[in-house]
């Protein structure tokens, strides 16, 4: 069964920084495609950035620039790396990995396996 494991969540200030882990068990995160989600309170999930299975990333329009989608292959473990937050960047991150997938992608539907999420806080 594949499992999804964030950490690195917290409460931090505006303009500071987070770095979040995915640890992925029983599935290679350079095989397919995977991404991060978002979900605030009230609000639908929405996807933050995504990787595909050759290493190129998308990512939402709101935070190009200011967060980095990576993978660790001998780790077997995907990173967002975060600057610069802001007060609406507070929300559950979610990774999710898809069983099939050729290029990068933040549409839902696409993600067959999700984590239990972790926390970010940005207080201004």
């Known amino acids: 069964q594949v499992q999804l494991v964030e950490s690195g969540g917290g409460s931090v200030q505006s303009g500071g920084s987070l770095r979040l882990s995915c640890a992925a068990s029983?599935?290679?995160?350079?095989?397919?495609?995977m991404a991060w989600f978002r979900q605030a309170p009230g609000k639908e999930r929405e996807g933050v950035a995504g990787?595909?299975?050759?290493?190129?990333?998308t990512y939402a329009d709101t935070v190009k620039g200011r967060f980095t989608i990576t993978q660790d292959n001998a780790k077997n473990t995907l990173y967002l790396q975060m600057i610069s937050l802001k007060p609406e960047d507070t929300a559950t991150y979610y990774c999710?990995?898809?069983?099939?997938?050729?290029?990068?992608?933040?549409?839902?539907?696409?993600?067959?396996?999700w984590g239990q999420g972790t926390q970010v806080t940005v207080s201004s």
């Open positions: 990787i595909g299975p050759y290493g190129r990333t």
């Open positions: 029983r599935y290679t995160v350079s095989s397919n495609c």
């Open positions: 999710a990995a898809a069983r099939s997938c050729f290029r990068a992608t933040m549409t839902t539907a696409t993600y067959n396996y």
